[in-house]
Nanobody
Framework: QVRLVESGGGLVQPGGSLRLSCAAS????????MGWYRQAPGQERELVAR???????NYGDSVKGRFTISRGNARNTVYLQMDSLKPEDTSLYYC???????????WGQGTQVTVSS
């Protein structure tokens, strides 16, 4: 069992930045596919960004060019740098860990990001 704990959410003005962190209970970030997803009230959960064990990344269309996913030097942390934030980025952001080539997923509890003036 892997435990994921997100942090770094909060209230920010449009155009501002936030960095989310995801701490895993084991050194998995270079083995598992790590991802950030978000879900707003009444909407489906959507992919924000994902990074594979070999470092390949992909992003949701709505965040390309504004968000960056990365791994920390310690093998248990993943970050999401969010720049040029928009009100439509307001959502609950979840960290995900997927064992490659399986349907086994672990989820954090989520961290709220609110973009508002």
């Amino acid at each position: 069992q892997v435990r994921l704990v997100e942090s770094g959410g909060g209230l920010v003005q449009p155009g501002g930045s936030l960095r989310l962190s995801c701490a895993a209970s084991a050194s998995i970030v270079v083995i598992y596919t790590m991802g950030w997803y978000r879900q707003a009230p009444g909407q489906e959960r959507e992919l924000v960004a994902r990074i594979t064990g070999d470092g390949s990344t992909n992003y949701g269309d709505s965040v390309k060019g504004r968000f960056t996913i990365s791994r920390g030097n310690a093998r248990n942390t993943v970050y999401l740098q969010m720049d040029s934030l928009k009100p439509e980025d307001t959502s609950l952001y979840y960290c995900n860990a997927n064992i490659p080539r399986t349907t086994i997923n672990y989820w954090g509890q989520g961290t709220q990001v609110t973009v508002s003036s």
